[in-house]
């Protein structure tokens, strides 16, 4: 039996999604950065410095280590928007990001949650790979569609009963996702940041829990699907640069980038 695995051979991810790159953004990654959690953040790159949010210049050294995304350049409701509109907010918002990071800026979340079935078909052109949602699953199951991304749960959402079910979660024979998404502001507003250090706790540090970014776990499952496997299953070559790793008959076997690995 061979059946994929998560970076060093792990069967759980956790990935975290905020958006509006809002002042709290900076305690909010100070508490990822201590617990080991990794985080996408996706900005309106036209609103930066505007009020509370954080400015163009400070992005690169707050968000390192971490993923920024595409919240489109003004933060418009999308699904109210010409097609010529929602072109322009998409592709000036990654210029503007891909600018500040040096770095391809690959995926998106829903500005007030707004889109339309049809807005989909625009996204891969423009070069967007997923595009979170704000609906949720409250499970911990694997996207079926990246463009329509539902996250695990809202961190006011049940976070740290969900938390501890995810950590507990033994099954190897699945991959599972706890995906989180949310604002930083509204820990301000509720006055509940014990909420995410608590999470932190429970949720980091874990050996057999891969954290991710956004992208990063997008990139790396269809790293898994380009994987080329022999017929007979007793070998595959990776044809991607990232390493893949399988469960092969009980072992964890690695396939780096761009190599052939025999099964036994």
């Known amino acids: 039996m061979v059946y994929y695995c998560y970076p060093q051979g792990r069967h759980k991810a956790l990935t975290m999604s905020y958006d509006d790159g809002r002042r709290a953004d900076e305690r909010l990654v100070g508490l990822f950065n201590q617990y080991g959690i990794k985080g996408t953040f996706h900005l309106n790159s036209g609103l930066l410095g505007d009020g509370d949010r954080i400015a163009a210049e400070e992005v690169p050294a707050l968000y390192r280590g971490h993923e920024v995304s595409v919240h489109t350049r003004s933060h418009p409701t999308l699904a109210r928007c010409p097609q010529e509109q929602i072109v322009q907010e998409i592709v000036e ?49 694997l996207p079926d569609d990246l463009l329509e991304w539902r996250a695990t749960c809202h961190h006011n959402d049940r976070l740290l009963e969900r938390a501890e079910a995810f950590a507990g979660l033994h099954k190897k024979q699945y991959l599972y996702l706890m995906y989180v998404w949310g604002h930083s502001y509204e820990f301000d507003n509720d006055g509940n940041w014990e909420l995410m250090e608590s999470f932190g706790e429970i949720a ?13 776990w997008v990139h790396y499952m269809k790293a898994c699907e380009r994987l080329l496997v022999s017929a007979a299953l007793d070998f595959a070559y990776n044809p991607s640069v990232l390493s893949v790793w399988l469960e092969v008959a009980g072992r964890i076997v690695e396939v780096p980038g761009g190599q052939r690995v025999q099964f036994s």
């Not at 500040?100 to 707004?114: A, D, F, Q, T």
């Not at 079935?117 to 911990?140: C, H, N």
């Not at 980091?204 to 990063?216: L, P, S, V």
């Open 204 to 216: 980091g540090g874990h050996g057999d829990i891969w954290y991710a970014t956004n992208i990063e």
């Open 93 to 141: 918002d990654r210029k503007a990001l891909e600018s500040l990071l040096g770095v391809p800026v690959r995926g998106m979340s829903y500005p007030n949650g707004s889109f339309t079935s049809g807005m989909k078909g625009l996204l891969p052109p423009l070069g967007i790979e997923y595009a979170r949602t704000v609906q949720t699953t409250g499970g911990f199951g």
